[in-house]
């Protein structure tokens, strides 16, 4: 063998010692790359939302996945380092708080009571309740033309109420599991509208190629964050986020993420609102 083959040997044997013991120390860039290695970011979105997260063929699209791109991308992501997960209403605390997801961008609104459990950046978007109506009916104008009418909302959700309690008390509520169901109540003429935030309305409404529409005089104000794990490094995770969406802003990508998703509506988020400041968790 000859001092230079000797040494090739030396070398690989070394190298091979050192990686194992970075291994067992826990240093990532050892074996293959997985979302434990850090180098995919794992973000929540909702999967049956059309406009804002919509799974689609094994796509996603709508604004919070346009959001949540550009957010990744401002991290230095790629698209094909970011694994996308359903992040259902009820799990969303949970998927933070146990590492399923590194950030929630699925219409999550910032609610002291949520701040109790986990962190939020933003807010990247201020939606209002709203109705949406058949695009043909001019009844409806607001929420206080309810009365006597049959409204849907999702099970679980406090916008249906709402309208009764502050509006329209004589109005008829129906719910059902999801918001796909609500428009397909409205489209058969089964309701007479559709309550929860404006955008989602939006998303449906330009899903429904003319067919329905959205009535336009929001009456609530919701904060849309995206959701962090609540730890020691949080506030600098946020003032990133915080960033991205800033310039994701001032760049027009927010506004042509919105017009994209809301197509064909003539939806206009409320400009006494929109863009908001990101500064929430700095």
Same mark, same amino acid.
């Given at each position: 063998?000859?001092?230079?083959?000797?040494?090739r040997? /030396?070398?690989?044997?070394? /190298?091979?010692?050192?990686?194992?013991l970075?291994?067992?120390?826990g240093?990532?860039?050892?074996?293959s790359?997985?979302?434990?290695?850090?180098?995919v970011?794992k973000?929540g979105i909702k999967f049956?939302?059309?406009?804002?997260?919509f799974?689609?063929?094994g796509?996603y699209?709508g604004?919070?996945?346009d959001?949540?791109? +550009?957010?990744?991308n401002q991290?230095? %992501?790629?698209?094909s380092?970011i694994?996308f997960?359903?992040?259902?209403?009820k799990?969303?605390?949970?998927?933070?708080?146990?590492?399923d997801?590194d950030?929630?961008l699925?219409? %999550?609104?910032?609610?002291?009571?949520?701040?109790?459990?986990?962190?939020?950046?933003g807010p %990247?978007?201020v939606?209002?309740?709203?109705?949406m109506?058949?695009a043909?009916d001019d009844s409806i104008k607001g929420?206080?033309?309810?009365?006597?009418?049959r409204l849907c909302?999702?099970?679980g959700?406090?916008?249906?109420?709402?309208?009764?309690?502050?509006?329209?008390?004589e109005v008829?509520?129906?719910?059902?599991?999801g918001y796909a169901?609500?428009?397909t109540a409205? /489209?058969?003429?089964?309701v007479?509208a559709?309550?929860?935030?404006?955008?989602?309305l939006?998303?449906?409404a330009s899903?429904?190629?003319g067919? /329905?529409?959205?009535?336009g005089k929001?009456?609530?104000?919701? %904060? +849309?964050g995206v959701?962090i794990?609540?730890d020691a490094?949080?506030?600098?995770?946020?003032?990133?986020?915080?960033?991205a969406?800033?310039?994701?802003?001032?760049?027009g990508e927010?506004?042509r993420?919105?017009?994209?998703?809301?197509?064909g509506t003539? +939806?206009k988020?409320n400009p006494?609102y929109?863009?908001?400041?990101p500064?929430e968790g700095?």
């Amino acid at each position: 063998m000859t001092q230079r083959t000797t040494m090739r040997t /030396l070398l690989r044997k070394g /190298l091979a010692a050192l990686c194992a013991l970075a291994c067992a120390a826990g240093v990532a860039a050892c074996g293959s790359s997985s979302a434990d290695d850090g180098d995919v970011i794992k973000v929540g979105i909702k999967f049956d939302q059309p406009g804002l997260g919509f799974k689609k063929s094994g796509t996603y699209e709508g604004f919070d996945v346009d959001v949540a791109r +550009y957010i990744a991308n401002q991290l230095g %992501y790629t698209d094909s380092q970011i694994v996308f997960k359903e992040a259902p209403s009820k799990q969303r605390e949970a998927m933070l708080q146990n590492g399923d997801v590194d950030m929630i961008l699925a219409t %999550y609104s910032i609610t002291d009571e949520r701040k109790k459990a986990v962190d939020f950046a933003g807010p %990247y978007f201020v939606a209002g309740q709203d109705l949406m109506v058949r695009a043909n009916d001019d009844s409806i104008k607001g929420p206080q033309d309810l009365n006597g009418k049959r409204l849907c909302s999702v099970t679980g959700s406090t916008s249906a109420k709402v309208v009764k309690e502050k509006f329209a008390k004589e109005v008829q509520l129906m719910e059902q599991p999801g918001y796909a169901e609500c428009a397909t109540a409205l /489209l058969s003429g089964i309701v007479d509208a559709v309550t929860t935030d404006d955008i989602i309305l939006a998303g449906l409404a330009s899903a429904s190629r003319g067919k /329905l529409k959205v009535v336009g005089k929001p009456f609530t104000e919701e %904060y +849309y964050g995206v959701g962090i794990k609540k730890d020691a490094d949080s506030k600098e995770f946020a003032t990133k986020i915080n960033a991205a969406i800033e310039d994701m802003e001032k760049t027009g990508e927010w506004e042509r993420a919105i017009e994209s998703a809301t197509e064909g509506t003539g +939806y206009k988020p409320n400009p006494k609102y929109n863009p908001p400041k990101p500064d929430e968790g700095e």
